[in-house]
C-alpha cells in the first residue's frame, strides 16, 4: 500500500493535537485473531471502524486477507461496498423492507434477526442471507419462540433464501469464566443441530480468546483489530493501533492554595509546575477524566489536574525533569492503554474509540 502520511484535519505546519493510526498494527491484529481461532476471520468496521476510519482500516484488512467485513448500519455498507467491491459485506440491523433496493442494488447480505426478516428477504434467485439465532442477548436476532418456528417449518421458511451464515453473539465474552459463554455456545450447537448445515459464527474478539470450540468456521472480532483488550483481566494479545497526543502549549509556576480550571475543582497541595495541553473534549477526550486520569510525559504519568475543558486540559508536571512548551503528553497510546483511559474515563474501550474526534490531525501510519 502505498499510503503516505495523511491528515484530515486542515494543515498549517503546526500539529497540536494528534492521532496516530497504526494499520500496521490493525493488519497483524486482524491475523492474530486467526492464529488464536484457527479459523476463517472476519473485520468488523461498523461505526467507522470504531472511530479509526472506516477506508483506511477496510482497505487494510482486505490487503492482509480479510473477504468479510461486518457493518451494523444500511449506509455504512453502502460506504463500504466502494471500498471493497468484491468482498462479502454483512449487515446486522436486518432486512427491513425499506432498506431492501439498496442492499440489493450494493450486494449486501443482510443478516435476518426475525421470521418477517426472513419473509421480507425471501425470494426469486434465493438471494443470500444470514441468521442471527439470539441465544440469550437478548438484543437482535431471532427470540426462541420464532427459532422453534423456523426448526419446525424450516423447508418452507428456507425455501426462499440461500444461508450463508448462522450467527449468535455473546453478551459477556469479556469475561472469560462467565457461566453465561457455555451457555450460549451450547444452546447455538443444539439450535445448529436443527437447521439444514452452514457455515457457523459465534465470535467477537472476547470470543476469539475463549479457545477453539467457540471458533466455529468464522470469528467477528471489531475491539480486538483497533488494539483494544478484549478480556482486560487477561494480558492483551493485539498490538496498539491508536495513539493521542497533544503538545504542551504553555508551563506556570503556581503557588500552593492556587485553583485550577473552570470550577475552580481542584486546589494546589504544594507550590506546583502545571503544564496546558492542546487536547480536550473536542478531542475525543471524556470530561469525566477531570481531575482523575493522567498522562504520560517523557515515558512519565503526570496526573490531569482540574476539568477537562473543550480544547485544554492541564497536568501536573512537578515531579517530571525538564518538561518544555512543545512537549507531547500521550493520553492514549504506548504509555496509557486503551483500558486505562477507559477505566479513568468511567467507560468502555469501545466509547474511546468511537467518540474520537476529527479535530486531532490524523497520521495513518503507512502500511510498507
Ligand atoms: C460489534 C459486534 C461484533 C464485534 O464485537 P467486538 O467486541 O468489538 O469484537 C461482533 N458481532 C456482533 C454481532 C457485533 O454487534
Redesign the pocket.
Known amino acids: 500500500m502505498d499510503r503516505t502520511e495523511s491528515t484530515d484535519a486542515v494543515s498549517s505546519g503546526f500539529e497540536a493535537a494528534r492521532l496516530d493510526i497504526r494499520l500496521s498494527a490493525i493488519a497483524d491484529n486482524w491475523r492474530e485473531c486467526g492464529r488464536i481461532s484457527g479459523t476463517a476471520v472476519s473485520g468488523?468496521v461498523?461505526a467507522d471502524a470504531y472511530g479509526t476510519g472506516l477506508g483506511p482500516a477496510a482497505q487494510t484488512l482486505e490487503e492482509a486477507g480479510c473477504d468479510t467485513f461486518?457493518v451494523?448500519r444500511l449506509d455504512e455498507g453502502v460506504a463500504l461496498r466502494s471500498l471493497v467491491p468484491e468482498a462479502r459485506i454483512f449487515v446486522?440491523d436486518g432486512a427491513a423492507p425499506e432498506a431492501i433496493p439498496a442492499l440489493l442494488a450494493h450486494r449486501l447480505t443482510p443478516v435476518l434477526n426475525s421470521l418477517s426478516d426472513l419473509a421480507n428477504w425471501s425470494g426469486p434467485g434465493r438471494p443470500d442471507a444470514a441468521i442471527h439465532i439470539d441465544t440469550g442477548m437478548n438484543r437482535l436476532g431471532l427470540p426462541t419462540d420464532e427459532l422453534a418456528v423456523l426448526v419446525a417449518e424450516s423447508k418452507k421458511r428456507l425455501s426462499g433464501l440461500n444461508v450463508v451464515l448462522l450467527m449468535s453473539?455473546l453478551a459477556c465474552a469479556d469475561e472469560p469464566d462467565h457461566e453465561m459463554n457455555k451457555v450460549q455456545r451450547d444452546r447455538f450447537r443444539t439450535a445448529l443441530a436443527k437447521l439444514p448445515p452452514a457455515p457457523a459464527s459465534l465470535s467477537?474478539?472476547?470470543g476469539v480468546l475463549l479457545g477453539r470450540d467457540y471458533a466455529f468456521d468464522l470469528v467477528?472480532?471489531?475491539?480486538?483489530l483497533y488494539g483494544g483488550n478484549?478480556q482486560p483481566s487477561q494480558p492483551n494479545p493485539f498490538r496498539t493501533v491508536v495513539r493521542l497526543t497533544g503538545k504542551i502549549l504553555q508551563l506556570r509556576r503556581v503557588d500552593c492554595g492556587q485553583t485550577v480550571g473552570y470550577g475552580a475543582s481542584y486546589r494546589v497541595g504544594r507550590n506546583s509546575t502545571l503544564a496546558t495541553v492542546a487536547l480536550g473534549y473536542a478531542d475525543g477526550l471524556m470530561r469525566a477524566i477531570g481531575n482523575r486520569g493522567k498522562a504520560s510525559v517523557a515515558g512519565k504519568r503526570a496526573p490531569i489536574v482540574g476539568r477537562v475543558s473543550m480544547d485544554l486540559i492541564t497536568l501536573d508536571v512537578t515531579d517530571i525533569p525538564r518538561v518544555k512548551v512543545g512537549d507531547d503528553a500521550e493520553f492514549l497510546g504506548d504509555d496509557i492503554s486503551l483500558e486505562e483511559l477507559a477505566a479513568d474515563s468511567g467507560t468502555a474501550a469501545?466509547e474511546i474509540l468511537t467518540s474520537l474526534s476529527h479535530r486531532a490531525h490524523r497520521h495513518y501510519e503507512a502500511l510498507r
Open positions: 468488523v461498523k461486518f451494523a446486522l453473539h467477537s474478539s472476547g467477528r472480532p471489531g475491539i480486538g478484549p469501545y
